[in-house]
């Protein structure tokens, strides 16, 4: 069989598991965005889980600790992990409120770093869509700090919806530009032939 043909197969069939994948992505995010308190509460209560396992995983390490200094810090940050992450775990209300404010903090200082690196990038072009970044990371990170707390029932789980929604859009498109080259390919192999 032409290496060509299995070529257009591969990409028909991956095209079209892009593109599914991205669907279902895509609708996954618009139930988070639908529903943003109870993806809230979600995420807050797997990030509890990341911690509480990345806590046992430092603790067990710090048994390892060939010094005393390093193992009793080792042992306190890895209770505080373990700790920080049963009470995320416990009260996700409360531990959505504070990773609400982590996120503004967040955005806040992420768009100010941009501004600053944008500086560097305006001679050689593209510093402008880095300054736009930042300037725009700073106003929706003060904006979720202005309504703090209130806008922690309804913040983390848009801005994750939305972020997930671009994802499967992003999916969805790859897949689509996927199948547009299999057309490329079946009209560059047209002319193959009559040039070799």
């Given at each position: 069989m032409?290496?060509?043909?299995?070529?257009?197969?591969?990409?028909?069939k991956s095209s079209k598991a892009v593109a599914l994948i991205g669907s279902i992505i895509l609708l996954f995010g618009i139930i988070v965005i639908v529903y943003p308190l109870s993806a809230g509460k979600i995420a807050t209560i797997c990030i509890g889980i990341i911690l509480i396992v990345g806590g046992i995983l430092r603790l067990s390490?710090?048994?390892?600790?060939?010094?005393?200094?390093?193992?009793?810090?080792?042992?306190?940050?890895?209770?505080?992990?373990i700790l920080t992450g049963a009470w995320l775990i416990i009260t996700p209300e409360a531990g959505l409120e504070t990773v609400t404010l982590v996120l503004a903090l967040f955005l806040i200082i992420d768009g100010i770093t941009s501004?600053?690196?944008?500086?560097?990038?305006?001679?050689?072009?593209?510093?402008?869509y880095?300054?736009?970044?930042?300037?725009?990371g700073i106003l929706i990170g003060i904006f979720i700090w202005s309504n703090w707390p209130e806008a922690s029932n309804y913040i983390i789980g848009i801005y994750l919806g939305v972020?997930?929604?671009?994802?499967?859009?992003?999916?969805?498109?790859?897949?689509?530009?996927?199948?547009?080259?299999?057309?490329?390919?079946?009209?560059?192999?047209?002319?193959?032939?009559?040039?070799?």
């Open positions: 032409d290496k060509n043909i299995l070529l257009q197969t591969a990409l028909e390490f710090a048994i390892y600790s060939a010094s005393m200094g390093p193992l009793l810090l080792r042992y306190l940050f890895s209770l505080l992990m501004i600053i690196y944008s500086f560097t990038l305006i001679p050689i072009g593209g510093g402008v880095l300054l736009i970044n930042g300037l725009i972020k997930i929604v671009i994802e499967g859009l992003a999916f969805i498109l790859t897949g689509r530009t996927i199948g547009k080259s299999i057309y490329l390919i079946s009209f560059v192999n047209l002319f193959k032939y009559e040039f070799y």
